[in-house]
């Protein structure tokens, strides 16, 4: 079983940057694709992107040109780089992780992200 453990959320101003971390622990085989979800209040949980374990990133609409999914796989770790942010980025960002394509995944119980001045 693998436990994921996000860090880096908080608040900040719009316009600002935060670097959200996911790091995960357990029984880790392979850690395949990995990547971020959002979900805001009163609203349904919303796919941000996620990277494969060769390094191929893919985002969804609302989060190509400001935020940037990365990952250092020698310390199990994903990262959420967010530029510009904007107060409809209030939410909180959970990471998840597949350690293969027919696995369901496993998801950490994220972190807060505050957008407001």
């Known amino acids: 079983q693998v436990e994921l453990v996000e860090s880096g959320g908080g608040l900040v101003q719009p316009g600002g940057s935060l670097r959200l971390s996911c790091s995960a622990s357990g029984t880790i085989s392979s850690l395949y694709l990995m990547g971020w979800y959002r979900q805001a209040p009163g609203k349904q949980r919303e796919v941000i992107g996620s990277?494969?374990?060769?390094?191929?990133?893919n985002y969804a609409d609302n989060a190509k040109g400001r935020f940037t999914i990365s990952r250092e796989d020698a310390k199990n770790t994903v990262f959420l780089q967010m530029n510009n942010l904007r107060p409809e980025d209030t939410a909180i960002y959970l990471c998840y992780v597949r350690q293969s394509p027919l696995q369901n995944p496993s998801w950490g119980r994220g972190t807060q992200v505050t957008v407001s001045s």
């Open positions: 990277i494969t374990k060769g390094g191929r990133t």
